[in-house]
């Protein structure tokens, strides 16, 4: 079975020190992979997605950015974090539509909760 | 682009009451999804809608996506606390992004 890890789950972070979040998959390949962010508990936000190693999608122009280094792996970063960039990112995979009908649905991982002081 | 609306933003039940949260969306819709987000949780898959007017059941909860395939509901028949989260709908295009609703948070009293 397919598995989803994000981390860390927590963090907190002072404005204009670098982030690193990982996300890795297992149990399938070639999956659709995606950040998104929630802010306020309520409505989430494509940040990235990407449909293959090295292929990346922003959505939001903003200070973060995202990479695949390896085909289950997908890590959001930033250079210098501002107090605007708290809040709840979650990775998420897809199998894509390509893989036929229901696989383009969103399975999340458990998310990282980021505080910037 | 394409805009998924989502109605009530917030809705506050008694326990055993029942609950409905709609997603509107102007243009026609391939498809409708629908997730639950517990309190300090992620999203979780519960259901895909694909065909016109199609109604499916998960024990007290239905969905129904409209004639139209503009429209979805998700009722909840006697809601219990542990109905309490935030429920997402959101349409997957054929460019892979999930466009999303921003969510009906459901409380319910004991």
């Known amino acids: 079975s397919q598995t989803i890890h994000q981390w860390p789950a927590t963090l907190v972070q002072p404005v204009g020190s670098p982030l690193s979040l990982e996300c890795t998959v297992e149990g399938t390949s070639n999956p659709n992979l995606y950040w998104y962010r929630q802010a306020a508990g309520r409505g989430l936000q494509l940040l990235f997605y990407?449909?293959?190693?090295?292929?990346i999608s922003s959505e939001v122009p903003q200070n973060l950015s995202a990479s695949r280094p390896q085909d289950r792996q997908f890590i959001l970063s930033s250079k210098k974090l501002l107090l605007s960039d708290s809040g709840f990112y979650l990775c998420?995979?897809?199998?894509?539509?390509?893989?036929?009908?229901?696989?383009?649905?969103?399975?999340f991982g458990a998310g990282s909760r980021l505080t910037v002081l | 682009g394409q805009q998924v609306m989502q109605i009530p933003q917030y809705q506050h039940v008694q326990e055993g009451e029942d609950f409905t949260t709609y997603c509107n969306s102007s243009t026609t819709l391939s498809n409708i999804q629908w997730y639950k987000q517990r309190p300090g949780g992620h999203p979780v898959f519960l259901i895909q809608?694909?065909?016109s007017g199609e109604v499916k059941k998960q024990k007290r909860l239905t969905f129904q996506f409209g004639e139209a395939k503009k429209n979805s509901s998700l009722h909840i028949t006697a809601t219990q606390t542990t109905d309490v989260g935030t429920y997402f709908c959101?349409?997957?295009?054929?460019?892979?992004?999930?466009?999303w609703g921003l969510g009906t948070s459901l409380a319910v009293n004991p």
């Open positions: 998420a995979w897809s199998l894509g539509p390509q893989r036929g009908v229901g696989a383009n649905v969103l399975t």
């Open positions: 959101g349409n997957a295009g054929n460019n892979r992004k999930l466009i």
């Open positions: 990407s449909v293959g190693i090295g292929q």
């Open positions: 809608l694909v065909k």
